[in-house]
């Protein structure tokens, strides 16, 4: 079995329907992940471990997803030196801004590259991976300038209707 190269955690399966457009993006570009439930507060022990053991086990970078009291993204980060990616999933009553502000205002020493509420979050998260990925990989630089281009070119082409 191929070794993951990105990991992608949530707090709960509940949030899945904002973090699968982060594994639409990584098999895009045919970056080898995982995607596995892991919470702050309902498993703490699991969270350490598996924040403590990420790098021996070949990740790269790591990219949470948590709503509400959002803390998953940035415990995960305490305990590894990893690049972690954070992303805010809509929530109930604060339509995510409360996952926003627990992600983002992490106090300094401790950082967490924190990216927009909900879809567009997870798909930035997604490429900023590749982004990483592709920093001593050409060939995979080369695939990050063909998706822009491809986009621009949906730009270009597009019409408004009348
Ligand atoms: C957080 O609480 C999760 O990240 C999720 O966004 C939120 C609600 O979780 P559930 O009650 O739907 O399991 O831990």
Redesign the pocket.
């Known amino acids: 079995m191929i070794k993951p190269l990105v990991s992608i955690v949530?707090?709960?399966?509940?949030?899945w329907d904002v973090m699968r457009h982060v594994v639409v993006i990584l098999d895009e570009f045919h970056i080898a992940h995982e995607a596995k439930v892991v919470?702050?507060?309902?498993t703490p022990d699991l969270m350490f471990q598996f924040a403590a053991e990420a790098r021996a086990r070949g990740i790269r970078c790591i990219i949470a997803?948590?709503?509400?009291?959002?803390h998953?993204p940035g415990m995960i980060a305490a305990k590894t030196t990893l690049p972690v990616l954070g992303v805010p999933?809509n929530?109930?009553h604060l339509q995510g801004l409360d996952?926003l502000l627990s992600i983002v205002q992490m106090p300094k020493g401790i950082p967490v590259a924190t990216f927009a509420i909900g879809e567009a979050g997870a798909v930035n998260a997604g490429l900023f991976a590749v982004e990483i990925l592709a920093v001593y990989d050409s060939e995979l630089n080369e695939q990050l300038n063909q998706y822009r281009q491809k986009q621009a070119e949906s730009v270009l082409t597009s019409e408004l209707p009348r």
């Open positions: 949530m707090g709960s399966k509940s949030d919470s702050a507060h309902r997803g948590a709503g509400g009291a959002a998953l999933v929530s109930k996952s």
